[in-house]
């Protein structure tokens, strides 16, 4: 190791603008600047920490809303820190996109980087900036740190030598990397690294993984241990690596920037991909290293589907439900997305939901304990069967301002109908939906506009044909002895009434039982007159109680619909 002199003037030469003790840019200025937080014993501080790379996923919420959860829950904070240290990547509008995005699901956080109404980008929080692209000197700051403590030293690999020594460790079937006897620039003399420098060679920091181990208080040992929130004990080789921690242009990487935050921001647990696993071995080699504690990780699994009966990772490429976009283009209500998560991220919440049907979600005490450690099967059909649920224990009107606020934005003609009769709609969505059997088939917006378009003249159309054992002449005798009796005021019973004795005139079983007894002696039975009494007035032959459409629609309406298929049936040739 070089002697603490030639430490010290190596830290001079690479970070020679950074300050020294007791001002900005001395470790010791960031732990005063952020100290431990004041919070409840066992609160929990999450975060997500997104790249501003562009597209939006279900990965996103389902991480974000654990980690909110979490929060919440423990009387701890969640927050936003944007992991944009690496520039070539970064899409303009990422960030206001992703705010949006969770935004619009339900899920929020307690500090870091928001959204304005007004669209803009603002920070909030003693523990800021929260881009790190932001926090450039406090990188560096801790970096000089590993380099005064002989931990880290300039690389002067160029692109090619790095090719040629993986294409070589390939040739000899080794792990590929700089490690051991590749690292050649860790032990050339204080001098030449010097004289390198200052000849301005471009050169990256990198640990020296040999010296942090030897330094680490259970140094010898060849295994590490963590015990993962949600795994359990999780045991590792020690990192061997001499991993960049920063590039050439001064930035950090992403594991050294956020062993940095997560120790200042006071991080306690972090909720993440098992595909960060791999990378363990490097995060607690750097939290050793800075004498950090490590906050508790809980590395959530992949979200799989099912395709031609094999589980498989969902893909940007293969599956549009990937995307947050697709469920907000089809109008999934964002508590009926969170009450699905909430079946995948715990194992009990089902039994839980059992046991308090009309309990919010927020009272189920969410355990990383309970999360699943293999791929979770992300299915559609059981989110729109959970999505049929939470939508019919929720109001009508709190429906129907989902579903206005939808097509505001994906459907501009539906908008148009709907918007100017706000107690109409509330009717609609809400027929069906009360007594012993309430309807539960409405699942997204989407659905239950095409559901509902029929009320709408300017939508309304016969799309289904009679029934196969009704004529054109019966269905036209059918509607007019219907209009002839029609009474709007009728009460159910009456209407009913009224559809039996025109069926049974028109030989039609009364009762469905009594054409399934003797099938020779009737056309058909009751259910096949109000079919075609259905069809002409909402156009198909499956709908809600065709009772209380008819009084959402008026007396008028339904003569008119019911006259215009009658003038469809005169006009068609004869049968």
Not at 323 to 330: D, G, P
């Amino acid at each position: 190791m070089l002697s603490i002199d030639d430490r010290t003037v190596m830290a001079e030469l690479l970070f020679p603008h950074i300050g020294t003790s007791e001002s900005e840019g001395d470790t010791d200025y960031y732990e005063k600047k952020y100290p431990p937080r004041e919070l409840p014993v066992g609160a929990a501080v999450t975060r997500l920490g997104p790249s501003p790379t562009g597209f939006i996923h279900l990965g996103n919420l389902y991480t974000a809303f654990m980690n909110e959860k979490l929060a919440n829950e423990t009387g701890g904070v969640c927050y936003l820190r944007i992991e944009d240290t690496d520039s070539k990547r970064e899409v303009e509008g990422a960030v206001e996109s992703l705010i949006a995005s969770l935004s619009h699901f339900g899920v929020g956080f307690d500090e870091g980087v928001a959204l304005t109404d007004a669209g803009d980008i603002v920070e909030s929080g003693a523990y800021g900036p929260y881009y790190q692209s932001e926090r450039v000197i406090i990188y560096q700051t801790y970096a000089r740190k590993l380099v005064l403590n002989g931990l880290a030293y300039p690389c002067f690999f160029t692109e090619s030598e790095i090719n040629a020594l993986r294409e070589e460790q390939e040739g000899r079937r080794e792990t590929p990397g700089v490690y051991g006897t590749y690292a050649k620039y860790r032990d050339i003399s204080p001098e030449e690294a010097q004289s390198r420098v200052k000849r301005g060679e471009r050169y990256v920091l990198r640990v020296d993984a040999d010296a942090m181990a030897a330094s680490a208080p259970d140094a010898g040992d060849a295994q590490a241990e963590i015990i993962d929130g949600i795994r359990g004990k999780l045991s590792f080789p020690r990192n061997i690596m001499d991993v960049v921690v920063l590039k050439s242009d001064g930035v950090p990487t992403y594991h050294f920037a956020h062993v940095i935050d997560d120790h200042l921001m006071r991080t306690t647990h972090v909720i993440r991909g098992e595909e960060w696993i791999s990378s363990l071995p490097i995060h607690a080699a750097l939290f050793g290293a800075l004498g950090f504690e490590p906050p508790i990780y809980c590395h959530s699994t992949v979200l799989m589907k099912r395709d031609d009966g094999k589980k498989r990772k969902l893909s940007k490429r293969k599956d549009p439900e990937l995307s947050l976009e697709y469920y907000r283009s089809e109008g999934y209500h964002p508590k009926a997305i969170l009450e699905y998560l909430l079946t995948i991220i715990n194992s009990n919440f089902e039994e839980w939901r059992a046991a308090h049907p009309e309990a919010p979600i927020d009272n189920f005490e969410m355990t990383p304990e309970k999360m699943g450690v293999s791929g979770i099967l992300f299915d559609l059909d059981k989110l729109r069967d959970v999505s049929k649920e939470v939508l019919a224990r929720m109001p009508a009107g709190e429906i129907a301002d989902f579903v206005l606020k939808w097509s505001a934005m994906y459907d501009h003609r539906a908008h148009e109908a709907m918007v100017g009769d706000k107690q109409r709609l509330d009717a609609i969505i809400d027929i069906g939906r009360t007594g012993e059997k309430p309807r539960k088939d409405l699942a997204y917006a989407k659905q239950i506009w095409d559901f509902i378009s029929y009320f709408y003249d300017e939508f309304y159309e016969v799309t289904d044909p009679w029934p196969d054992n009704v004529s054109d002449e019966d269905a036209r005798n059918i509607l007019t002895a219907y209009t002839d009796g029609y009474d709007h005021t009728d009460d159910r019973n009456e209407w009913f009434g009224k559809i039996r004795d025109i069926a049974t005139s028109l030989g039609y079983a009364a009762k469905p039982k009594d054409f399934k007894k003797e099938p020779d002696k009737y056309k058909g039975h009751v259910g096949d007159v109000s079919a075609v009494i259905r069809i002409s007035v909402v156009g198909r032959a499956m709908s809600p109680d065709l009772y209380e459409i008819q009084q959402i629609l008026g007396e008028d309406k339904t003569r008119s619909r019911i006259q215009r298929c009658l003038s469809s049936i005169a006009s068609s040739p004869a049968t």
